[in-house]
């Protein structure tokens, strides 16, 4: 699998800055996907945008998608220690509604608010 | 989303042995789960995907007869990493993926293998 670039690879900002990470990814994709993971832990889905949508908000989450560049950020607003984790892009390449492919993962940004 | 559970969190086993990893999908019928690995502080690579009733598809660079996968029935797949050895130690975690409460995919809460 063409597994996607991140960056940065690690960001450390105050409690209440914004935070922006961005993801890059090699073919053409259905849709991105941005999840988060706590140390060792497993994974927690934050939030989904398909191809053909350019913006996506939920909560304090907002995420672009640039289909002609093969990019997506991913930015938190008015971070808290809580958003301490590492943060991964996912895209899926095929969805022909007759069955699933894997995801394909960034490298991950991790990210760490200092209170 | 779904509901998957993964079983166990962690394990250690001793070198040679084999370690039986559980994915169950608790409130949704799966025809189709996935395995990641995961090494430390990297991320996640697609292993396999395990298919209900028949064989698993391996993704390349990744041993069939290492890493054993059943999925007897839609809410069960297993991953068994035979005669483990010390390189095999990571994250290992399972995914469902789910189409009819729209589309998503949901992840156990993995399992860390440690091989001595």
């Known amino acids: 699998s063409q597994q996607g670039e991140e960056d940065p690879q690690a960001l450390s900002i105050q409690e209440g800055e914004n935070a922006t990470m961005n993801c890059s990814y090699k073919?053409?994709?259905?849709?991105l996907q941005w999840y988060r993971q706590n140390s060792g832990r497993g994974l927690v889905h934050l939030i989904l945008i398909r191809s053909n949508e350019r913006e996506k908000h939920s909560g304090r989450l907002r995420v672009t998608l640039d289909t002609s560049k093969k990019s997506s950020s991913l930015l938190i607003t008015a971070s808290r220690a809580a958003d301490t984790a590492s943060y991964f892009c996912a895209t899926d390449f095929q969805y022909s509604g007759g069955g699933a492919d894997g995801l394909t993962f960034g490298k991950g940004t991790h990210l760490i608010i200092q209170p | 989303g779904a509901v998957v559970s993964q079983h166990p969190s962690w394990v250690i086993c001793k070198s040679g042995t084999s370690v039986k990893i559980e994915c169950r999908s608790l409130?949704?019928?799966?025809?189709?789960m996935f395995w990641y690995r995961q090494f430390p502080k990297q991320s996640l690579m697609l292993m396999a995907t395990?298919?209900?009733?028949?064989?698993?598809?391996?993704e390349q660079g990744v041993e069939k007869d290492k890493f054993l996968i059943n999925h007897a029935s839609l809410t069960l797949s297993t991953l068994t990493v035979t005669s483990a050895h010390p390189e095999d130690s990571s994250f290992y975690i399972c995914?469902?993926?789910?189409?009819?409460?729209?589309?998503?995919?949901?992840f156990g809460s993995g399992t860390r293998l440690t091989v001595v």
């Open positions: 409130d949704f019928q799966a025809t189709t």
């Open positions: 073919t053409s994709i259905n849709n």
């Open positions: 995914s469902v993926s789910y189409r009819d409460r729209g589309y998503g995919y949901t």
């Open positions: 395990s298919n209900e009733g028949s064989k698993a598809t391996y």
